[in-house]
């Protein structure tokens, strides 16, 4: 099953260059942001999270930026990999106390040989 | 351990008919939340369950419901299905409720209403 489909945004990136997949949130009040990776065929993917106390956290490979300034969220991913093309989901959650996720629209990312 | 599991994989159903799809989460994980995923709307919140009861729903009509078991399995109904309910649906279980817990999803059903 495809991600999502006709009009996302795609970004496409040399292999082993860096790739910069932003996100705009919505509520000012999320205070808790995670990125997500769907690949064709499968559930969205935990690949990085962030606190609103934060504004940097690095994984293996990737990063996240925040800046609630100006309600963005930006993703990182270090010398790009063909396993690196999918889907990328940015969420935000509220600070209401219930588990409840807020997706952004999702970018494509496309890696080129 | 075991994934979120979700079954079935594919359905195929009739306008207006109703249709169950099965979530199971992972093993200690007490929270289970369902999406809708189209491509014109995005991944969009249905509802959420804890602890058997239902703790936040988005913004779907009544025909969607779910319900959640003692051992943490959720399910969701669909009633009176409309060509516009076609989507990947999909489960994410946590290990409890509230802000900043990981969320694990399944592979999703594919439902098609013809």
């Known amino acids: 099953g495809e991600s999502v489909g006709l009009h996302l945004p795609t970004l496409s990136v040399q292999e082993g260059d860096n790739s910069i997949i932003n996100c705009a949130y919505s509520?000012?009040?999320?205070?808790?942001f995670i990125w997500y990776k769907q690949e064709s065929g499968k559930g969205p993917q935990f690949i990085i999270d962030?606190?609103?106390?934060?504004d940097k956290r690095q994984g293996q490979r990737v990063t996240v930026l925040l800046n609630k300034t100006v309600k963005h969220l930006s993703l990182q991913i270090a010398a790009t990999q063909p396993g690196d093309s999918a889907v990328y989901f940015c969420a935000e959650s509220p600070t209401s106390g219930t588990y409840k996720y807020i997706f952004g629209t999702g970018t494509r990312l496309k890696v080129l040989a | 351990k075991a994934g979120v599991t979700q079954t079935p994989r594919y359905l195929i159903k009739t306008r207006g008919q109703q249709v169950t799809l099965s979530c199971s989460p992972i093993?200690?994980?007490?929270?289970v939340s369902w999406y809708q995923q189209t491509p014109g709307q995005g991944l969009q919140f249905l509802f959420e369950?804890?602890?058997?009861?239902?703790?936040n729903k988005g913004n779907f009509p009544g025909r969607f419901s779910g319900r959640q078991f003692s051992n943490s399995r959720s399910e969701m109904n669909v009633s009176t299905l409309e060509l516009g309910d076609s989507a990947l649906y999909l489960c994410?279980?946590?290990?409890?409720?509230?802000?900043?817990?990981?969320?694990?999803f399944g592979q999703g059903t594919r439902l098609t209403v013809v």
């Open positions: 369950y804890f602890s058997e009861t239902q703790r």
């Open positions: 994410a279980s946590s290990l409890t409720i509230g802000t900043g817990v990981e969320a694990f």
């Open positions: 509520n000012s009040a999320s205070d808790y």
């Open positions: 093993s200690g994980h007490r929270s």
């Open positions: 962030i606190r609103s106390n934060m």
